[in-house]
């Protein structure tokens, strides 16, 4: 039988139609249902989408199964719009998480899966203080993104009117360094040496500052079944003293009053000649006054032999809830979610990226040691320059630019930390017990068990 030249082109057409229609209907096209075997997941935050565009995009070239849904949120509100989306089932696949969160929000988190990465990993890529914040009954429920660190913030003019040549490196350095950069007519001080024994209300991190105080004087602040305060013992009272002193008129190493600027605004007015900041807040207080000759030394210790140094940081954390639908059903996603979370804070480009970005000091300890090492010998980093690997270029970039992220860096090594129900009652607590020691209602040592008492009684409520 014969076909006409529009018949053969009719039935060739309808047999490629007939054939694409039957490997739509086996779910066999490729690239035709792209879209449908593409899981997105969702990824909240408090940072700009900037700093994680290009990591959500490097993660997608490995995993272009995956797509990363990001959504910021200010951080005012960030915890609050996080546990209420949780309460309704809307939360996200993955989320920024405190770093004194998991005795809090652990119970809204999925560790990570067997062979995903291990407890034993985590000591080996970070340093200690990650193992204490987010380690817990063998199982890893977050990991760091970067690792700040409170550091002495000076006036290098104000330091060197003093005759100070080098920062103390203890407290009692501190102490004696007072009378050599206060300057007080009567009970007025007209320019305060060192922002210390106040409360929050004009000491921005004065809560973390005591922290850091009972931490290197060997006060655990709770005890191993988290259910007491342990910080109004004997060493948490003698570290205790040793921090209010320095806003005692009767005291030689008063330096501070409640009547002060907040110590940030001080710092920038020439008000007082140090501070105690974290490496975000020391790059805005340049950035407000450029004039201001900044100097960044390590924090001070109780014994310099035994150095603890305090930590700040955001991780990032899977949700207990993570599930999508997948072919018509309903998949749990939280391996795929912690493939992410791995990917942004273990792959070198990914850490170097954020730190760029961000300003912030790295969390990786291969990052950690190539700042030491280039502050160590900048000249030297220089020459070796174009044979590092492309994930540390960014590292080396930043410290040559930024000497002072070196200080805010090395510290992670020696960072400790606490778990805690919030830094906000724990806030609230040390500023009762350091104003009621201040204005004379409770000697410091009755100040401070009131204060223990109160987060006792939190912890043991929860």
Do not use: C
Request: proline share 4%.
């Amino acid at each position: 039988m014969q076909f006409t030249k529009k018949q053969i082109i009719f039935l060739t057409v309808g047999g490629v139609t007939a054939f694409i229609l039957a490997l739509v209907a086996l779910d066999m096209l490729p690239g035709l249902n792209y879209k449908e075997n593409i899981t997105t997941l969702t990824f909240w935050g408090v940072d700009d989408p900037k700093i994680w565009a290009k990591t959500i995009t490097n993660f997608r070239t490995d995993r272009p199964d995956l797509a990363i849904s990001y959504k910021r949120i200010s951080e005012d509100n960030y915890e609050k719009e996080l546990v209420n989306a949780m309460a309704l089932g809307k939360g996200p696949d993955i989320f920024m998480f405190e770093n004194n969160w998991l005795l809090k929000h652990g119970d809204k988190v999925a560790p990570a899966p067997p062979g995903k990465m291990t407890t034993d990993t985590v000591k080996t890529l970070f340093p200690q203080v990650a193992e204490d914040d987010f380690l817990a009954n063998n199982q890893v429920y977050a990991l760091p993104l970067y690792i700040d660190t409170l550091a002495m913030v000076y006036n290098r003019t104000l330091f060197d009117q003093g005759e100070i040549v080098f920062p103390p490196k203890t407290w009692n350095e501190v102490a004696l360094a007072t009378s050599a950069l206060k300057i007080v007519e009567g009970d007025t001080i007209k320019r305060g040496a060192f922002a210390l024994g106040g409360s929050s209300r004009n000491i921005v991190n004065a809560a973390d500052i005591v922290s850091a105080f009972f931490l290197q004087n060997g006060n655990s602040m709770v005890n191993k079944e988290l259910n007491r305060s342990t910080f109004s013992d004997r060493k948490g009272k003698d570290a205790f003293s040793i921090y209010v002193r320095f806003a005692d008129p009767a005291s030689s190493s008063y330096t501070w009053n409640q009547s002060l600027h907040m110590d940030s605004e001080a710092l920038v007015r020439g008000e007082v000649a140090a501070i105690f900041a974290y490496a975000t807040e020391a790059q805005d207080l340049e950035d407000r006054n450029s004039f201001l000759d900044i100097g960044v030394a390590p924090l001070p210790q109780i014994d310099p032999t035994d150095e603890v140094s305090m930590a700040d940081y955001w991780g990032l954390a899977v949700s207990g809830r993570s599930s999508h639908k997948i072919k018509g059903k309903m998949v749990n996603t939280t391996r795929e979610a912690w493939d992410f979370v791995i990917f942004a804070t273990t792959n070198e480009d990914a850490a170097s990226t954020y730190m760029a970005h961000t300003g912030r000091p790295p969390a990786l300890r291969t990052l950690i040691n190539e700042i030491i090492a280039t502050n160590e010998n900048t000249a030297a980093a220089y020459a070796v320059y174009k044979e590092r690997r492309p994930a540390l270029r960014t590292v080396i970039d930043k410290t040559i630019a930024n000497p002072k992220l070196g200080i805010f860096a090395s510290q992670a090594l020696t960072a400790r930390s606490w778990l805690r129900l919030g830094e906000e009652s724990f806030a609230e607590a040390i500023d009762g017990a350091v104003e009621a020691t201040l204005n004379g209602e409770l000697a410091a040592p009755k100040a401070l068990d009131r204060a223990g008492g109160i987060i006792t009684e939190e912890l043991q409520s929860r």
